[in-house]
């Protein structure tokens, strides 16, 4: 499904953010419960912690790619 009206995403985003200002404590409460509950699933800690890295790389060097914006998108005109 694609966004039809990205504006209103990005208004409703700041006036959550305006309701509720981030809260390190809890978001760090919320890290630590879920780590702990991967390591009961087992999925933490990985068991060969460079498995999959070659992909990873490749997603990383495919999402870093910079390219020019249109000219009509730079303002310029």
């Given at each position: ?26 978001h ?14 087992g ?11 070659d ?23």
């Amino acid at each position: 499904m694609m966004l039809k009206n990205v504006s209103l995403v990005e208004d409703f985003k700041k006036v959550q953010l305006q309701k509720e200002p981030p809260d390190y404590f809890r978001h760090l409460r919320i890290f630590e419960a879920l780590y702990r509950e991967a390591t009961q699933l087992g999925v933490l800690p990985l068991k060969d912690p460079l498995e999959g890295i070659d992909v990873d790389i490749r997603l990383a060097m495919v999402l870093n790619v910079r390219t020019a914006a249109p000219e009509d998108q730079r303002g310029v005109g």
